[in-house]
C-alpha cells in the first residue's frame, strides 16, 4: 500500500452479519470502522482477496462489496456504493419489534408520561 489514504474512518466497534459468495448461511463479524467507501471486520470467517461479500450494517442494511486485503482474522471491505457511515452511528430507533433491552426506561422522557391505571 502507498501513500497515505483519504477517505475519513470512524472507530466503530459493533456487530454485523456477512454474507460471503460461495459460502452458505451467514457469518457474525466485529466491525472495527467505518467509512463512506467500506469498513474493517475481524471475525473467523475465511475470506480471500477480491471475493464478493454484503455485510448487514444497523440502521442502512445489506451493503455490496469486495474483500480488499486479509490479515489474520480481518478484512478490508470496500463498498460496491458508497453509504452514509453516520447513520450506522445513530441510536437505533424503538419500536415494536425493538428488544426490551435496548428501548428506553420506562419513565424517561423518551418513553412519554406514565399514568395510573
Not at 466503530?12 to 466485529?30: I, N, Q, S, T
Not at 451493503?63 to 480488499?68: D, I, T
Amino acid at each position: 500500500m502507498g501513500g497515505q489514504r483519504q477517505i475519513a474512518r470512524d472507530s466503530l466497534f459493533v456487530m454485523a452479519e456477512m454474507r460471503v459468495d460461495g459460502m452458505p448461511g451467514e457469518h457474525r463479524v466485529r466491525v472495527r470502522n467505518l467509512s463512506a467507501g467500506g469498513l474493517m471486520a475481524e471475525g473467523m470467517v475465511r475470506l480471500q482477496r477480491d471475493q464478493a461479500v454484503w455485510v448487514s450494517i444497523r440502521n442502512i442494511g445489506w451493503v455490496e462489496g469486495s474483500v480488499a486485503w486479509v490479515q489474520d482474522n480481518r478484512c478490508g471491505i470496500a463498498f460496491r456504493e458508497e453509504i452514509d457511515p453516520l447513520i450506522a452511528r445513530a441510536p437505533v430507533a424503538p419500536g415494536e419489534t425493538t428488544p426490551r433491552f435496548v428501548k428506553p426506561p420506562l419513565g424517561s422522557p423518551e418513553q412519554g408520561r406514565l399514568r395510573k391505571i
